[in-house]
């Protein structure tokens, strides 16, 4: 039986804020769902409505939201309810704030201005290191962040990752130069990552697709989809701004904290490591193993600069 999402979102609003849903517009969908605007007749008047297939992706989010927003003062949406699927309401939803904007990776930055594009990089590094403030005492997931150093923390990820390509690459679908740099940069880990600071907050997702930027003025106005939270070490998802390079976001950051002497290195090992996960979870597209590949010669150039 197909549901009709509009007159289930109307009703979790109804439910949660006891207001009458007067406008409703699908601004995009995916695999895992879609994200609605929707206009109401009570505070805040505007919300943005996720309806996702999955509890467990919902219940992730909302509790990532309302982690960071606890804690620290950024630019991220504020929950307003959440719904898990029930007889009555048989949508997972989530009300959030409206942001007023676009995903970045859809303006043209080539055309959108030397003074625009400097303010709006400006912003998405400050509101990353008010982020970077959040520190805790140890490493891991935040409702279980229990390791006394993050190396012990990530080996056994970048273990179940590797493990994960030898398969692959045993089964002939992974270019040969893949797993022989994630074996090489495995094999460095307990160098590369021995001292990276205190446990500090992340988003988990922070790249441009994600950053919502007013099409007229070019302003940053916020992050969405913060996903798997962590205290990590603190230059963990920096690799998320090496993407779109043309942008400089990371060269930006650099230039703005003090960064580890292995930083890019770090980042390009932590940037392959997370494409493999992300291969294991929505699948090996031949697109995605070209970019994994590439992604390979990255880390193994930074790999031989470092000799080690």
Known sequence: MEINSEVYISKSIKEYLGADLIYCKLLGEGANGSVYRADISAKPYVLAIKVTNYSEMLANEVFALNYINGRVDILLPKVFFSHIANDDIPINVLGMTYLYGVGGNKINWLFAGKKKRKAFKRQVIDNLIKLRDVTNEKFGYVDNACFESWIDFYRPFAKARLD?????????????????????????????????????????????PNFVVDKKTKEFVGCVDPFNIMYADAEYELFALMQFGYLRLYELYKKSVPTSKYCDLKSRMYALFSEVYWCEILGNSIDALKYMKGMAKLLKTELDKAKI
């Open 164 to 208: 994960y390509m030898s398969s692959l690459q045993n089964k002939g679908n992974v270019a040969m130069c893949v797993e022989e740099t994630l074996t090489r940069a495995y094999g460095i880990l307990d160098r590369v990552l021995n001292d990276c600071g205190k446990p500090t907050l992340t988003h988990g997702d922070y790249w441009l």
